[in-house]
């Protein structure tokens, strides 16, 4: 069973910076396409940045050049630099695995706050 677990979110004013992290079990890690997502309140859902296993990246035009999207395979994990924060970026971020193994997967995490100030 593969898990995700995610942290480094917090309060931070804007202009600020944060790291989130995810960490992986279960395996699949290197033969997954890793992803954050962020869902504000009231909104719907949206990509945050992909990174695949080959390390190609892709990003939200909303974040672009602003995050920047990592993995170390060798510890499982999953990293998002967030620079220049504004409070648009209030949301729960989420980590996202998905893949073919097999059979297609699909892992969420539970999601870690980030809340930006001015």
């Known amino acids: 069973q593969v898990q995700l677990v995610e942290s480094g979110g917090g309060l931070v004013q804007a202009g600020g910076s944060l790291r989130l992290s995810c960490a992986a079990s279960?395996?699949?890690?290197?033969?997954?396409?890793m992803g954050w997502y962020r869902q504000a309140s009231g909104k719907q859902r949206e990509l945050v940045a992909t990174?695949?296993?080959?390390?190609?990246?892709n990003y939200g035009d909303s974040v672009k050049g602003r995050f920047t999207i990592s993995r170390d395979n060798a510890e499982n994990t999953v990293y998002l630099q967030m620079n220049s924060l504004n409070p648009e970026d209030t949301a729960v971020y989420y980590c996202?695995?998905?893949?073919?193994?097999?059979?297609?997967?699909?892992?969420w995490g539970q999601g870690t706050q980030v809340a930006v100030f001015s």
């Open positions: 996202n695995a998905q893949g073919i193994l097999l059979v297609k997967f699909e892992v």
């Open positions: 279960g395996g699949i890690f290197r033969f997954s396409t």
């Open positions: 990174i695949t296993s080959s390390g190609s990246t």
